[in-house]
């Protein structure tokens, strides 16, 4: 028996180990200053190592550290599993939830229980249809159709006429919307094409090939910024003339935007969620504020195109835009 | 020295009539490919028939035909008189013949109890809550053993963890406890010691006492030769005929076996050259005498560490 | 099997007399302590996770993991892997969401045709396995990405989506609802049904695997497969009726999901089956087939769970979770392999 309690201890001993590490233990646990003692749960349904919504998190984390709160930032693509971070949010009782909704329906019954508990929820990114139902106190983020509807103008206005949409996630109900709403706008066609997006070599093989494929290909259109690069390299390797655009940034789409080989970015500003998100929160725990007005908060479409390029590059090069 | 007619086995009294088991001509072809052919024998109740032959005279394919995992291609095989064709191993398993395979078909890391009764579990209860009745299993495969002279200290013992000699004698144990008329044995003795291989003779026997018809596969005359009535041997997928214990001798056996003639024309040869060719002459009919004890002394592969280490500690007598 | 498999469970069996001893040769024993070492550990660092909500979460995170866990180690012990795991909770799941959201069929009706269509899938994998005599690992391989691909592309062709949307507004829904999907509130913990579905399936696989002629077959068949035909273990029906079992988890997890978030996306389950062979592993199962225990697995998916949601709760950078994770489970399987040498040895 006490080989079993010896060894529990080496499995406790390892854990803290590790969070030491980390430097995000709970040393602040305990402070009676109800400001710098206030905990925000952000739980997206981000997969793992998205730089989109590494933007996301840094902006929450900023507004985290601005405002003296701390901020844990989980997040699972599957809507079960999603569920289970947004309850587990609420177990650990914590100032308030930021979310996005990919799935409204997916998460509904653990959000709705969050406000019901008397957590304040902010919802962010996708979701927006859905926000008020649900309860949160506003949304923050781009309105998909709104922003695939505009894509889709501009598009139009560059003479696109057969081009690709490429969907970097199997099942995401965001991704699937944009390439409904840019084709609905656009007038020419456009064809859905899916790839891998955790192997960007495979993304980029995939392009190559449909390129090859279909000369008469003028566009292609990505639908997150790494993404777009894969897109030029595809373009490039297999000689053809298709142009590339492509939903959100990243430093490499701004620097291939300045060198002409994209030809326009669609910014929803993630950095803009996540710092709003927070912020949303902060000021109801603090100062018992709804903001929005019941309304949605838009945080873009903002197109980065050759013009304003420069000027954005020196954000994208930080990680926020 | 003949062949044995089916009527001449005056030495057994006890046999019945009707042979349990009577092969006639049979032969098995893989597509143009002959395995075996033309064997002929008889199993009779209380008497040993053992099937001598080096590797890869067929006896293999002799016995799945006779246990039912392949059918004959060639001539008939007769249960009770009546001409079968098995159609897989539980047909013959049902008509009462029992086969230890080689590699004894236990299942190493399952208990002791849990392998004796694989295949043919009882059951109590009804319906979903049919349950294995596992008192009286485990109760059986103990009291069975112990007739058999094996005291395990614990049925619940994976079976991998007994020697080789007992993992034979509880296969052997099982074949006579589901009623097999007749026990088909495959190499029981090749991977065994000495004194574990006269441990298997001696349930060999015992099996025989009780009444059962029993099929000795062997590669080791000297292990056929005490226990058997009559001897058939293999040669390359032909059968050289069926002997009676009374019309041949250990050593014809012997030199029958393996190529043994070929060998012994061998060392004539070299006796003849004189000088060194006779001290290889010498070590060569050392060899052929030899030859079925020696490789049967040899540890084979599947005898594993385990087992070895569990043999190791105290007989179970 | 290797040797050294079984000279451990040789050890482990050697000269235990004593009840307390031969406790502590179960293959779940080692689980059993790795679950409460992490139990202990998460309670005694974070505030909620020993609490009535905080079990709430982590139990219903570990019951899905579990009831696949469960089933994967019967087929584990059996001697085979089913890749296909995984994505059919989310294949039988959209069966219904598309059945019901756009057909309109009766939903009782449509969670019935996904069983029969996933104990089919089930069956065809046995069949495909034992017929071919190809390695489990590439014929359920191939069912995997057939599954998945079917998942996607029917699914977009049918609703023109890529997600089961408008469950809740389907006639019965709150017949059958409750049955996969409601939740009880005890002291401030939702607890999900889905742990009372685990419960079961771990009795009722453990009771089969221990004490019914299947269960002595499915050790049979895993263990020595020539050996189990030679006597008489019809290996075929073993088989086919463990990947029926598997897929019929399958089923029961993609009614769990479907009815707890009333929404199924075309990716549900792709890439879940490692976790389950992982649970399975860490619950005693060899890899090799023949060993195993059912219980053990479902602790090894309440260690994935309980890892999984501490992890969170200890509000670590997840930026790092999956190290945790690893490490945890690295610690885990140490701790078990450990304790089942200890229990086997310390008698000597």
């Known amino acids: ?63 985290g550290k601005d405002y003296g709160a701390k901020i844990n930032y989980n997040s699972d693509p599957d809507p079960a599993k999603q569920s289970q971070l947004i309850d587990n949010a609420v177990a ?10 990919a799935n409204p329906d997916g998460v509904e019954a653990s959000v709705k229980k969050a406000v019901a508990a008397g957590i ?12 008020k139902e649900f309860g949160a106190i506003t949304h923050v983020g781009q309105s998909e159709t709104v922003a695939g509807e505009e894509v889709g103008k501009k598009l139009k206005e560059e003479g696109w006429k057969n081009a690709l949409c490429v969907i970097q996630e199997a099942g995401n109900v965001g991704l699937e919307e944009r390439c409904k709403a840019t084709a609905s706008t656009f007038g020419g066609t456009l064809a859905n094409l899916q790839v891998d997006g955790t192997n960007d070599a495979d993304v980029k093989a995939t392009i190559k090939s449909k390129l090859q494929a279909d000369p008469t290909i003028d566009g292609v259109l990505t639908l997150g910024g790494q993404y777009a690069i894969d897109a030029v390299g595809a373009v490039d390797e297999s000689g053809s003339k298709a142009k590339v655009a492509t939903f959100d940034l990243s430093e490499d789409v701004v620097s291939n935007i300045e060198s002409g080989k994209i030809v326009f970015a669609v910014d929803q500003q993630p950095y803009v969620q996540g710092f709003l998100g927070v912020t949303a929160l902060y000021l109801k725990s603090i100062n018992g504020n709804d903001i929005g007005g019941g309304q949605p908060v838009y945080s873009g479409p903002a197109f980065v195109t050759k013009e304003n390029a420069a000027q954005v590059a020196k954000f994208a090069k930080q990680g926020t835009r | 020295m003949s062949t044995e007619a089916p009527a001449a086995a005056p030495q057994t009294p006890t046999a019945s009539a009707v042979p349990l088991i009577e092969a006639r001509d049979i032969g098995k072809r893989y597509g143009s490919v002959r395995a075996l052919g033309g064997v002929s024998t008889v199993v009779k109740a209380g008497e040993v028939t053992c099937v001598l032959g080096d590797n890869g005279a067929g006896k293999s394919t002799f016995i799945k035909i006779l246990a039912g995992s392949h059918q004959q291609s060639d001539g008939e095989l007769l249960i009770d008189g009546t001409p079968t064709h098995f159609s897989s191993p539980r047909a013959a398993l049902d008509a009462g013949i029992a086969t230890v395979y080689q590699d004894l078909a236990v299942v190493p890391l399952m208990p002791v109890w849990r392998n004796f009764f694989l295949g043919s579990e009882p059951t109590t209860g009804a319906g979903p809550f049919r349950k294995l009745d596992v008192k009286q299993m485990k109760a059986t495969t103990f009291t069975e053993l112990d007739n058999m002279g094996i005291r395990l200290r614990d049925v619940d013992q994976p079976i991998g963890t007994l020697s080789g000699g007992e993992r034979q004698c509880v296969a052997i144990a ?13 190499e029981p003795t090749a991977a065994l010691g000495v004194k574990q291989s006269g441990v ?17 596969i062997t590669h080791n005359p000297h292990h056929a030769y005490p226990i058997g009535d009559r001897f058939m041997l293999l040669q390359r997928g032909e059968s050289l005929g069926t002997f009676p214990k009374s019309e041949i001798s250990l050593e014809e056996l012997t030199g029958m076996m393996a190529g043994g003639a070929e ?35 040899a540890q084979s592969p599947a005898e594993s560490p385990a087992a070895a280490a569990a043999s190791a500690e105290p007989d179970a007598r | 099997m290797t040797t050294t498999d079984l000279v451990t469970v040789a050890n482990r069996r050697s000269l235990d007399r004593s009840r307390l001893k031969r406790l502590f040769t179960r293959p779940e024993i080692g689980a059993l302590v790795a679950a409460i070492a992490v139990l202990v550990f998460f309670s005694v660092y974070t505030g909620q996770f020993f609490s009535l909500p905080g079990a709430g979460v982590w ?3 570990a019951s899905t993991f579990g009831i696949m866990a469960v089933a994967v180690a019967l087929l584990m012990i059996g001697g085979e892997f089913d890749l296909s795991s995984g994505v059919m909770t989310g294949f039988t799941a959209l069966i219904v969401g598309v059945l019901t959201t756009h057909y309109g069929l009766n939903i009782w009706v449509a969670v019935v045709i996904a069983l029969i269509v996933a104990l089919g899938v089930g069956a065809l994998n046995g069949y495909l396995v034992m017929k071919t005599g190809l390695p489990s690992f590439i014929v359920t391989l191939g069912t995997f990405f057939v599954l998945a691909g079917i998942d996607l592309a029917l699914t977009k062709v049918i ?50 695997l221990l004490r019914t002629r299947a269960g002595n077959w499915i050790f049979a068949v895993g263990g020595a497969q020539t050996a189990a035909r030679q006597i008489g273990v019809p290996v075929l029906k073993t088989k086919i009726g463990l990947f029926m079992t598997t897929a019929g988890a399958g089923w029961l997890v993609g009614m769990i999901s479907l009815f707890r978030t009333s929404t199924v996306q075309a990716n549900t389950g792709v890439g879940q089956e490692f976790i389950y062979i992982i649970c399975a592993v860490v619950g005693g199962c060899l890899l090799t087939g023949g060993f195993g225990s059912a219980i053990g697995a479902a602790l090894g998916a309440l260690i994935y769970g309980m890892t999984f949601q501490g992890i969170t709760f200890a509000q670590w950078d997840t930026n790092w979770l999956r190290t945790f994770l690893g490490a945890m489970l690295l610690g885990a399987v140490f701790l078990n392999h450990w304790v089942r040498i200890r229990a086997g040895g310390g008698s000597r």
């Open chain 2, 200 to 216: 298997v003779l001696r349930y060999i026997a015992r099996a025989r006492d009780r009444g059962l018809g029993v099929v000795f």
């Open chain 1, 1 to 63: 028996m006490k080989k079993l309690l010896a060894s529990i201890g080496i499995v406790a001993a390892a854990g803290i180990l590790l969070t030491a590490c980390t430097g995000t233990g709970q040393e602040n646990a305990g402070t009676v200053d109800k400001k710098t003692d206030l905990t925000y749960a952000v739980v997206t349904h981000s997969g793992p190592g998205d730089a989109f919504w590494d933007r996301v998190k840094s902006g929450a984390e900023q507004a």
């Open chain 3, 59 to 61: 139990l219903e995170s």
């Open chain 2, 174 to 186: 099982r074949a006579v406890y589901f009623g097999a008329r007749v026990l088909i044995l495959d």
């Open chain 3, 159 to 208: 609703t023109g989506q890529v997600s089961i949307q408008g469950m809740t507004q389907v006639p019965l829904y709150d017949s059958i609802q409750p049955v996969f999907g409601s939740s009880v509130e005890i002291g401030g913990g939702n607890f999900y049904v889905s742990v009372l579905w685990w419960v079961a399936v771990t009795v009722v696989a453990t009771w089969v």
């Open chain 2, 263 to 297: 060998l012994e024309t061998l060392a004539h040869e070299l006796a003849r050259s004189g000088g060194s060719a006779a001290e290889v002459a010498r070590e060569l009919r050392a060899e052929v005498d030899a030859l079925p004890t020696d490789t049967a002394s």
């Open chain 1, 92 to 101: 650990q009782k914590v100032d308030g939830i930021v979310v996005s909704m």
């Open chain 1, 120 to 131: 304040p929820v902010v919802t962010i990114n996708s979701g927006i249809e859905r926000s």
